[in-house]
């Protein structure tokens, strides 16, 4: 600065040279880049997921290490806050500091600027006019002005100085543009969570941890008031349910919001293209002022918010909401419930299922079930109506030309064929046993079509990373899974399976006229290989065969013992279906598949790890739509901000501020220069024309024109 | 009085001349949207309707200010609606229509799109390096009829879309396969617009090069992937934010792709490598700068917008989503790069080195986030 305020208090050394290096150019940069470098820590580690899955990942040691710098919310530690201040502080502090000399420089016109340094000016040019020194000014004047050129005069010793200048709004930008991050990080931190943490720490509010029952019962200090002005946080509601608090996810923990409203859920909808993939989220809501109790209803939908009393609503999400399920219970233990008789009729008719075996389940909620002589609860996790899934993707095998041939014509086309099918409704359940070990199971309503065949799909997992495996059930001829469980109970109930070895043999006995003691001994092993597999399937009979049988003899005892559950399995379905009062059936092809397809699914079902298998049977859906609610105050800063930022990026890059200097000398020399404040390639040829221009104006001869290069 | 008018004709203005030519473009241009605000107009909402209307002047004052975009709109607009007539309403055309077939159904202009990029980049290569001037005018030929291809492609491709279904049609800059076409568009024509302005060729082979790259991933991952089915909007894009949105990011993608290209031909140039052939330093330097400053403006409007979009889906303008920090990060390295050379005076080949670089940071923000990270802004997932 040439003129140092006098006003100026004195400082010292040390704050005077702090005050030059926060304001500095290469703190800021250094800034900007250790911005960057933090910001990209909080991309490549997902944040703010639950603690459990970062214990997970890192392990007991790194864990709570990482904890401690804050990697899991990176953008709300204190660190990362520290170094949005410091951005703050020296761009404010560079405003500060180049405000006076900006202001002076937009203001100036330097009209006092000496011919010797004019000629020091990289463009400059020099003529020689013949008109009269009135008439000169005159038409340098009006030339500048036509050419939106401000222009101050200064006469001295019968020279004229014309100094004009344009564009010094490209200083301005400057201004806008850094005063604008200001206010984008000030709207920034009030919408941000470091509100709710000072109040947090100061107001004594804390944090709930687990389920919340009911809402009335939470004390105030878990609560903010509708007061509160500055939050973001979800909203649960089931269809024809209410809610009037929205709930903030706090460090692993949660607040409740009281809303000055209260939102109903009407219904929620969900549309589906023909793909499968979601078009349309949407919840028709009621919402009642809770001063006035006036009311009014809206829709609304993703991209369509809906903002009352200051607070938005956005539709975020959606759950069930405790659909209702009526299911058939069938055990998986040999002997019990199979024992009921009155089974079976037609395909979809469960009227016919006992009711002794049905219950009632609602999504969300726990259902006790004895079996087997221990407790398990069963809790309902999701329900969905339908699932489409593409059940065959069959890529194009074409090469060369042909394939390209294949991708011409209209975007709208797949070159391979993929088939999308609604496998139906679904739900999902966690059973946990008496000592908390939970297995998550999804059940399939209908039966699904794999090669001609049908079966009722039954997914397991033992933990959620896991996907799931599923045990396929397969339905007999009234498209029911009764078959199978009367087939799975006659094979394995240690009483019918002797039964059923018996049959197996004399039946053996008969077609293949076997003398009686090598029926005998045929029905013994098929009791043992019926015992074996009672155990663990066919793991148990590899594992016999293992231990039992020489290397080079395995394959052909493998195959003999799948020949004796082969022919049992079908003398099990038989004494089933004997015990349910039905005639025996004819093996046909398709049965002796069925057979050995329940044979399979037998073995598998040995993994299945629950005692029994819930069949839907009928459902009565209810849903729940997920709204976020936020107040944020800071939101018009942040977009006036925005708007500021883009007017100044604008004129700093693209408003070029001008100085054209025109010296009329006594003698009639004229004396041109041009300075720019982006020395781009462009001012010279600009230089050039306004010189070609006013010198062909002033009638100059072309007399010493230097051409600076 | 005569002072005065010879004042005004001495008036030097950089501002090209309005010519009747330019009124009867606007007058096209105006016809156009009037037009479609008649026929469709009830199926846009407001903010789409004023999209519309605010396009004419835009398209009006580009073409005035770079007279070759009147022609290249027009003709791509006029081929458009010669395929939008072939089609006669019916998808099924597309192949049994020789014209839609091998010309100018979207697919097969994407593809013509394709071919001349590869081939304008080889021309620009042979003219460079064999110092032809047939072989120079034959790229910038095929670049434009590359641009052209491309962006008739896309116009017709949003037709397809309608007759898909009238809910599945959208404006094709909803996934990563669009993008790139976009990308691919938006970067040649711009790469035009320098030509022409610093009427020099010799940047051509460099920056086509980048340009064949993206084309290189579009054709693999149409072929690879069958990335190119027009498929419906999620809820979460089904809004007019991203008619605005998606083109000022790539508007900022393209400029800096191109930016790192001249910085690597500044580099070359400055080892000694090419030198004779390509432009000066000083048109290098001065090229960079300037494709860096109209993407740093443009990548400024498309995070604002971005955020705008934003706070109406998802409830919050900024929230830290890998795709938001990435593009601020993006922002933060280009707002840097202008520190350095318009405060600090930096030049030369730390600048260039610094583009370069840049365009990694800025491909991780555009590919990689959506490749290695998860996050809210999965559209264009691979």
Same mark, same amino acid.
């Given at each position: ?8 208090r ?23 880049t ?43 530690t ?60 005159a ?47 000030v ?58 608090v ?48 006036k ?5 609304i939908?993703?991209?369509k ?6 607070v ?18 069938h ?7 199979q ?63 042909a394939?390209l ?59 959620p ?65 019926l ?175 230097d051409?600076?290069? | ?101 091998y ?13 001349t990029?590869?081939?304008?980049? $080889? &021309? %620009?290569w =042979? ?5 032809? *001037?047939?072989?120079?005018? #034959?790229?910038? +030929? !095929? ?6 291809a ?83 909007l ?29 910085? $690597? &031909? %500044?580099? =070359? ?5 090419? *030198?004779?052939?390509?432009? #000066?330093?000083? +048109? !290098? ?98």
């Amino acid at each position: 600065m040439k003129n140092p305020a006098p006003a100026r208090r004195p400082r010292s050394q040390a704050a005077s040279s702090l005050y030059e290096l926060l304001s500095s150019m290469r703190f800021a940069i250094a800034l900007l880049t250790v911005l960057a470098i933090a910001s990209v820590i909080g991309t490549l580690l997902q944040q703010n997921q639950p603690f459990n899955n970062y214990l997970n990942q890192f392990g007991p040691f790194w864990f709570p290490m990482f904890q401690m710098l804050g990697l899991y919310n990176v953008y709300s530690t204190g660190w990362f806050l520290a170094i949005l201040a410091f951005l703050l502080l020296s761009t404010g502090l560079c405003i500060v500091r180049h405000a006076r000399p900006m202001l002076h420089d937009m203001r100036a016109f330097r009209e006092t600027a000496r011919e010797t340094s004019l000629r020091a000016f990289h463009l400059c040019a020099e003529g020689r006019t013949s008109l009269d020194a009135e008439t000169a000014a005159a038409r340098t004047r009006a030339y500048l002005a036509a050419n939106g050129f401000r222009t101050r005069e200064n006469p001295r010793d019968g020279d004229l100085l014309l100094a004009a200048k344009q564009g010094s709004w490209s200083r301005a930008g400057y201004f806008l543009a850094h005063g604008a991050i200001i206010l984008i990080c000030v709207g920034g931190l009030l919408d941000g969570n470091l509100p709710l943490k000072l109040r947090m720490a100061l107001g004594n509010k804390q944090v709930l941890h687990g389920e919340v029952s009911d809402v009335s019962q939470v004390p105030p200090t878990s609560r903010l008031g509708e007061g509160n002005a500055t939050f973001r946080g979800n909203v649960f509601i089931p269809e024809g349910k209410s809610a009037s608090v929205a709930v903030l996810n706090v460090d692993d923990g949660m607040l409740l919001q009281d809303l000055p409203f209260i939102v109903s859920l009407d219904k929620f909808h969900v549309d589906f293209y023909p793909t499968g993939q979601p078009k349309r989220f949407a919840s028709d809501v009621i919402i009642t002022d809770r001063d006035s109790g006036k009311s009014f209803r809206h829709t609304i939908e993703v991209n369509k918010p809906l903002t009352y009393r200051g607070v938005t609503l956005y539709q975020a999400s959606f759950e069930d909401g405790g659909s209702r399920l009526r299911l058939a219970v069938h055990s998986l233990v040999p002997g019990e419930a199979q024992e009921e008789g009155g089974r079976h009729a037609d395909h979809g008719d469960h009227a016919s299922v006992p009711e002794s075996r049905l219950v009632e389940a609602v999504v969300n909620e726990a259902l006790p079930l004895a079996y087997d002589g221990q407790q398990y609860t069963a809790e309902f996790t999701d329900f969905r109506p339908f699932n489409v899934e593409t059940v065959g993707q069959q890529a194009s095998t074409a090469t060369g030309l042909a394939r390209l041939q294949q991708h011409l014509g209209s975007g709208a086309k797949s070159r391979s064929e993929r088939t999308m099918k609604n496998v139906g409704p679904s739900f999902t359940y966690r059973l946990r046993d008496a000592s908390g070990q939970a297995r998550e199971y999804i059940n399939y309503m209908v039966p699904t079509e794999q090669d001609g065949r049908w079966y009722a799909l039954a997914g397991m997992r033992e933990s959620p990373d896991q996907p799931f495996r599923f045990l396929r059930i397969p339905t007999d001829e009234a498209g029911t899974v009764d078959a199978w469980f009367a087939l799975r109970n006659a094979l394995l109930d240690p009483k019918l399976r002797a039964e059923v070895a018996r049959r197996y043999a004399r039946g053996a006995q008969q077609r293949e006229s076997l003398r009686p003691d090598s029926a005998q001994r045929l029905e013994e092993t098929a009791q043992r290989t019926l015992q074996l597999f009672s155990e663990q399937g066919f793991d148990s009979l590899g594992g016999f065969i293992e231990k039992t049988v020489p290397q080079a003899d395995r394959e052909n005892v493998a195959s003999a013992l799948l020949k004796v559950m082969e022919g049992t399995t079908w003398e099990a379905w038989m004494l089933a279906r004997e015990r349910a009062g039905e005639k025996p059936v004819e093996p046909t092809a398709q049965r002796i598949q069925f057979v050995r397809d329940s044979l399979a699914s037998v073995s598998d079902s040995m993994h299945y790890g629950s005692p029994v298998y819930l069949q839907l049977v009928s459902f009565e859906q209810v849903q729940a739509t997920v709204l976020q609610a936020t107040r944020s105050p800071g939101k018009p800063l942040v977009y006036l901000g925005s708007l500021l930022l883009v007017m100044g990026v604008f004129a700093m890059l693209y408003v070029r501020e001008r100085r054209l200097f025109v010296l009329l000398k006594a003698d009639g020399r004229i004396l041109m220069a041009l300075s720019t404040n982006r020395q781009g390639l462009d001012a010279g040829e600009q230089f050039a024309r306004h010189r070609d221009a006013l010198m062909n104006h002033l009638d100059a001869t072309a007399a010493q024109r230097d051409e600076p290069q | 009085m005569e002072i005065a008018q010879k004042t005004l004709l001495a008036k030097t203005s950089r501002l090209p001349a309005f010519g009747p030519f330019d009124v009867l473009f606007a007058l096209i241009l105006a016809a156009g949207a009037a037009y479609a605000l008649h026929a469709f107009g009830e199926y846009m909402d407001i903010y789409e309707r004023a999209i519309l209307v605010c396009t004419v002047p835009a398209a009006a004052a580009f073409g005035w200010y770079w007279k070759p975009m009147r022609v290249f709109l027009l003709a791509c607009a006029a081929v458009a609606l010669i395929a939008v007539g072939l089609y006669q309403g019916q998808l099924v055309r597309a192949d049994e229509v020789f014209l839609l077939k091998y010309f100018v159904s979207s697919q097969t202009a994407i593809m013509w799109m394709s071919a001349t990029v590869f081939l304008s980049t $080889a &021309a %620009y290569w =042979l003219g460079m390096l064999a110092r032809s *001037t047939f072989f120079e005018r #034959s790229g910038t +030929v !095929l670049a434009w009829i590359a641009a052209g291809a491309g962006f008739t492609g896309m116009l017709v491709r949003w037709y397809e879309s309608y007759l898909i279904g009238t809910d599945v049609g959208h404006i094709p800059v909803s996934n990563l396969y669009e993008v790139f076409v976009l990308f691919t568009v938006l970067t040649t024509l711009m790469y035009l617009f320098y030509e022409s302005r610093y009427a020099t060729r010799r940047m051509g082979a460099f920056v086509m090069l980048v340009i064949s790259a993206a084309v290189g991933f579009l054709l693999w991952y149409s072929f690879s992937r069958d990335a190119h089915e027009i498929q419906p909007l999620i809820p979460a894009l089904q809004s007019y934010w991203m008619k605005i949105h998606v083109p000022a990011n790539f508007i900022g993608y393209g400029a800096f792709a191109m930016s790192a290209m001249v910085g $690597a &031909a %500044y580099l =070359l140039a400055s080892k000694g490598i090419l *030198t004779s052939r390509l432009p #000066s330093l000083q +048109v !290098l330097d001065d090229v960079m700068y300037r494709a860096i400053s109209i993407g740093f403006a443009f990548f400024t409007i498309a995070t604002i917008l971005g955020a705008l979009w934003a706070a109406e889906a998802w409830g919050t303008y900024w929230q830290w989503d890998p795709k938001e920090t990435w593009a601020l990060i993006v922002w933060l390295n280009y707002a840097t790069w202008l520190h350095m050379r318009l405060t600090k005076g930096l030049r030369g080949a730390v600048l260039a080195w610094w583009a370069l670089i840049g365009l990694l940071v800025t491909t991780f923000a555009f590919l990689g986030v959506n490749m290695y990270l998860s996050g809210l802004h999965s559209y264009g997932s691979l």
